[in-house]
């Protein structure tokens, strides 16, 4: 069964977070570091996946998206926290094992 997820993206000094939904996260998250869409995290330069959340159905993605996007910047910053406390990019090493994208 094809996986949907809902991420976060962030910058070097995690000043700024991105709330997005997709179907690959290896390809979104690539796209968002070559910034090859030169939209609202290529401005911010948002190219560091700090969390994300699995979901087997498009439908439950995109409303978790939309209550995540509706929270505030507190609440964003406690479920990061629960994940990776320390803001590490969870895609490190994502793009180069997997050149095919």
Wanted: charged share 25%.
């Amino acid at each position: 069964m094809k996986q949907r997820y809902i991420y976060f993206m962030s910058n070097k000094n995690n000043t700024v977070i991105y709330i997005g939904v997709t179907s690959n996260l290896l390809e979104r998250v690539y796209q968002h570091k070559t910034k090859i869409h030169k939209g609202f995290t290529a401005s911010y330069n948002c190219d560091k996946l700090v969390y994300f959340e699995e979901f087997e159905n498009i439908n439950q993605a995109i409303a978790r998206e939309k209550q995540l996007k509706a929270g505030n910047r507190k609440r964003k910053e406690a479920l990061i926290q629960l994940k990776n406390p320390t803001w590490e990019d969870l895609s490190e090493g994502w793009i180069s094992n997997h050149c095919d994208i």
